[in-house]
């Protein structure tokens, strides 16, 4: 069956590096998606993953290993409101418009 | 600005109801779908609409509707709702631009009493 897994829950101190793991298990694959979302607030968009490796955006960057159906999101110099929940999302299949699976989320909590 | 508009953000109602969660999307998407978060089991898929008059079922489609009549909206419709509806709603949509990432609506909190 289709299954996503990451951690519940992280901690991490303000100013540290913290990474948040994803394996996946689905019958296709379209890409690796990772969303934040703060508490009371919807998900956003964070990176996007095809190939094998490091995509960087600021603060974040994502990782893929396509071969080991595994990917990470990391953060760096970390930040109070980086506290929130993050989930990987993978499309189960290998189109575009195929159905978007979410894993449960990972609640990162910063401490001071 | 970009933006996917859900309406209300609170609703409080009685079992069996009739109720509707308006969705609409000033991007030109395509693709629309709803989700229902549920702490524990994340977000779950209920329907999706690949274009106008398309639509299909997510993983727990039971106790709801959609209909697609114009491309800017994606209606969710509860016929009768019951408690265990009780949850918070997501209408996303999809389409050229974060590489199909989704772009998610502010949020529903249904609450069936």
């Known amino acids: 069956g289709q299954s996503l897994e990451q951690p519940s829950e992280v901690t991490a101190v303000e100013g540290a590096i913290v990474q948040i793991n994803c394996t996946y298990q689905?019958?296709?694959?379209?890409?690796l998606s990772w969303y934040q979302q703060h508490d009371g607030g919807a998900p956003t968009f964070l990176s996007y993953?095809?190939?094998?490796g490091l995509e960087e955006t600021g603060r974040f960057s994502s990782f893929l290993s396509r071969s080991d159906s595994y990917g990470y999101l990391l953060l760096q110099e970390l930040q109070m409101k980086d506290s929130a929940s993050y989930f990987c999302?993978?499309?189960?299949?290998?189109?575009?418009?195929?159905?978007?699976?979410f894993g449960k989320g990972t609640r990162l909590h910063i401490l001071p | 600005e970009a933006q996917v508009t859900q309406n209300p953000r609170y609703l409080i109602t009685v079992t069996g109801k009739k109720l509707t969660v308006t969705c609409s999307q000033n991007?030109?998407?395509?693709?629309m779908s709803w989700y229902r978060q549920d702490p524990g089991l994340g977000l779950r898929q209920i329907y999706y609409s690949m274009n106008v008059e398309v639509t299909d079922k997510g993983d727990v489609p039971e106790g709801y509707k959609v209909s697609r009549k114009e491309k800017r909206n994606f209606p969710l419709i509860l016929e009768s709702p019951s408690p265990n509806q009780t949850s918070l709603y997501f209408c996303a949509t999809s389409g050229e631009g974060d590489n199909y990432g989704y772009t998610f609506g502010s949020g529903t909190r249904l609450t069936v009493v």
């Open positions: 999302a993978v499309r189960d299949g290998w189109n575009r418009d195929d159905k978007i699976i």
């Open positions: 689905t019958s296709g694959f379209y890409g």
């Open positions: 993953n095809a190939l094998d």
């Open positions: 991007m030109n998407h395509e693709y």
